[in-house]
């Protein structure tokens, strides 16, 4: 899914997540980097979504 506006109810949600009362009240929060979303991957953390820009699909192959 490619998202295109800032208003977009997803970004609203992860912007929330900055903030530790939405982190706990969600039971969510961001990992950032490739090296960290493959070690998720590893232990089979339950993962909702992986979000990544334009650019880092023609630098890392998924």
């Known amino acids: 899914m490619l998202i295109t506006s800032k208003d977009n109810d997803f970004i609203k949600h992860f912007k929330k997540l900055k903030e530790k009362k939405y982190r706990e009240e969600y039971n969510e929060f961001i990992v950032e980097g ?19 820009c334009d650019d880092c699909k023609t630098r890392w192959s998924f």
């Open 34 to 52: 490739i090296k960290m979303i493959q070690e998720a991957i590893e232990e089979k953390a339950d993962i909702k979504n992986i979000v990544i």
